[in-house]
C-alpha cells in the first residue's frame, strides 16, 4: 500500500513561512509526476505546484506569483513547499499528490491556517 505522509501545516501571520513536506513510503523515483493541491470549503481541490519525474522546472497556479518553491530533495526522499508571503487567501488543507503507473495517491492533508 503506497502512502503519502505530509507534514508542516500550522498557523502563520500573513507575510509569513512555512514549508511543507511530503515523503512516499517507497522510492520518490518510482512517481511519474508529483504535485501539490489545496482545497478550501466549497470549493475544488486547485493545483499549488507541480513537477514531473524527467523535469527539473515546476509548474505553478497562477495566485503563486513567485511566492512558493517545489523542490525535491532526493537524500531525504521528500517532496518540500517552501511557501513565503502567505496570504490569507492561502488558507486551506493542502495536499500532496503523486501518480504512478496509472494510479494517483494522495496524502490526508495538512492544514495551513494564514491570521491576518
Known amino acids: 500500500q503506497v502512502q503519502l505522509v505530509e507534514s508542516g501545516g500550522g498557523l502563520v501571520q500573513a507575510g509569513g513561512s512555512l514549508k511543507l513536506s511530503c515523503t512516499p513510503s517507497?522510492?520518490?523515483?518510482?512517481?511519474?509526476?508529483w504535485a501539490w493541491y489545496r482545497q478550501v470549503p466549497g470549493n475544488e481541490r486547485e493545483l499549488v505546484a507541480r513537477i514531473s519525474r524527467l523535469s527539473t522546472t515546476p509548474y505553478y497556479g497562477d495566485f503563486v506569483k513567485g511566492r512558493f518553491t517545489l523542490k525535491r530533495d532526493v537524500a531525504k526522499n521528500t517532496l518540500n513547499l517552501q511557501m513565503n508571503s502567505l496570504e490569507t487567501e492561502d488558507t486551506g488543507t493542502y495536499y500532496c499528490?503523486?501518480?504512478?503507473?496509472?494510479?494517483?495517491?494522495w496524502g490526508q492533508g495538512t492544514q495551513v491556517t494564514v491570521s491576518s
Open positions: 517507497i522510492n520518490f523515483f518510482n512517481f511519474n509526476t
Open positions: 499528490k503523486a501518480d504512478r503507473d496509472g494510479t494517483t495517491y
